[in-house]
């Protein structure tokens, strides 16, 4: 017995001994210290920002118990970006990025995750193109916002230089004159540099730029193309010279449609429609009105004697005033069908002829115009003032149902896709810092809707991109 009691003795006072000693090794029995993670400001899985947009993430940590020294390693898109705690990045690409940040201390690691869309800043909204005091093209864009977005803070303004944020380096060219959208693409025209840039409808980065070094006069002035699956485009360039344009493989072509000796005047207009496109040019040498269509029609010589004041199409015809080479003050309105010849070789369609006199009319060859069939009436702008005429009538407007506020020329106008808005473009050259300027106003009563003033460059074109 006195053996065993000796021996139970020995084995209780080791158990005191172990009870006492605090082991850090591997075997440690401590509490461990489990890290925390949380991004002040964000709520939700999902983040959005706009493309060149950067999104600046400080993330909160703690730890439940001691505070052990930290590793950070910032993933987006499944590939590691940063080893900072702090998270700093810029969306140059669209698209939707997985985003996790993992922090690691010696007990171990916590991860946190969100998705990140990089949005495209250009969806919807008015484009400037525009041309600085070098000469140089430039664009500017207003974005259209959701009245969600604006219910939300969201402010509807101008960003400028949308070309160079986008192509550092590159430049959309000098004498810039057009814009059309096909797709996916916004073709730009440059005639100083005889070029048409494609850029990208959703980011504006340059894809592709169309020359014809072959063809030294290839100036393009108007660029016709539709937004649709055609394959082809006329373009008018500077003289009065016709293009065609493949703008699917990028080529130019001669236009050969018009005979010898036709001098066409530096307008032009086209209607799409589902199976093909309606081209209208004036000719000057022969007083004749032409559509280049699925073939090529003109007025033959029903306006012979006749000098151009204005022409415009809408989808069901082609309106026409002209004035008597002989008696300026003897105007003529002329309604053509929308293909001028309906059948070939048939005769011309005539729906209206009408003569009338005014000795001064207020719309004139050089006035800018744009076409608003929702309200039936041509909307057109001299120096700062704006009329507008129901083509339906004879009775030319003698004063303006809009003065611009503003000093300056205007220089652009354009509708709204649905007609209830009208842009206009102002041009101050003895501005200081940003010589143009946009007004919105309702297009059927001439109440201003918007003024947004030295915001963009000289107002070249004004166009309304719609969402893809």
């Known amino acids: 017995m006195n053996s065993l009691s000796k021996y139970l003795a020995i084995v209780f006072f080791s158990l005191v001994l172990i009870s006492c000693y605090k082991d850090h090794s591997t075997l440690d029995t401590r509490a461990l210290s489990e890290i925390q993670v949380s991004f002040n400001g964000i709520s939700s899985p999902v983040v959005n920002i706009d493309k060149n947009e950067t999104l600046t993430i400080d993330p909160a940590i703690s730890q439940t118990e001691e505070d052990l020294p930290l590793t950070y390693e910032w993933q987006v898109g499944y590939e590691v970006f940063s080893t900072e705690k702090e998270l700093v990045y810029t969306g140059t690409k669209l698209g939707s990025f997985p985003v996790r940040l993992k922090v690691s201390n010696s007990d171990g690691s916590t991860f946190k995750s969100f998705t990140l869309n990089v949005n495209s800043p250009y969806e919807e909204g008015l484009l400037v193109l ?25 402010v509807e303004s101008f960003a400028n230089n949308c070309f160079a944020v986008n192509n550092p380096g590159l430049t959309l060219g000098r004498g810039i004159t057009d814009v059309a959208k096909r797709a996916a693409q916004l073709f730009i025209s440059s005639a100083d540099e005889g070029k048409i840039s494609l850029i990208n409808t959703k980011t504006f980065e340059l894809e592709s730029v169309i020359t ?4 030294p006069d290839f100036k393009p002035y108007r660029i016709n193309i ?54 209208y040019f004036w000719d000057k040498a022969n007083s004749r009105i032409w559509n280049l269509w699925y073939t090529n029609s003109n007025s033959k010589e029903t306006l012979t004697g006749q000098e151009l004041i204005q022409f415009f199409p809408i989808s069901t015809a082609c309106y026409t005033l002209t004035r008597d080479k002989n008696n300026p003050a003897l105007l003529t309105k002329t309604v053509f069908g929308p293909y001028i010849q309906v059948f070939f070789d048939d005769p011309v369609e005539i729906l209206e002829q009408e003569t009338f006199t005014h000795a001064a009319p207020t719309l004139t060859e050089n006035s800018i115009t744009v076409v608003n069939e929702k309200y039936n009436k041509l909307i057109y702008a001299n120096d700062r003032e704006i009329y507008q005429w129901y083509y339906s009538g004879l009775s030319l407007p003698s004063t303006p149902f809009i003065t611009v ?64």
């Open 226 to 279: 539709p937004d649709n699956t055609a394959t082809s485009a006329v373009v008018l360039c500077e003289e009065g010279k016709l293009y065609t344009l493949a703008t699917k493989e990028h080529l130019v072509l001669q236009n050969t449609a018009l005979p010898a000796g036709a001098d066409l005047a530096m307008k032009t207009f086209f209607v799409a429609t589902i199976n093909f496109t309606s081209n």
């Open 405 to 468: 506020s503003l000093p300056g020329t205007i220089t652009s106008m354009n509708l709204s896709d649905d007609g209830n808005e009208l842009y206009v473009g102002v041009y101050n050259p003895a501005a200081s810092g940003l010589k143009g300027s946009v007004l919105i106003y309702n297009a059927d009563n001439g109440t201003l809707i918007n003024k947004y003033e030295g915001v963009t460059d000289k107002p070249v074109k004004l166009f309304y991109k719609k969402k893809d």
């Open 212 to 215: 014809a070094p072959e063809f």
């Open 130 to 154: 525009g041309e600085d005091e070098d000469g140089e093209g430039t664009l500017a864009f207003m974005r259209k916002y959701s009245d969600e977005e604006k219910a939300a803070g969201k």
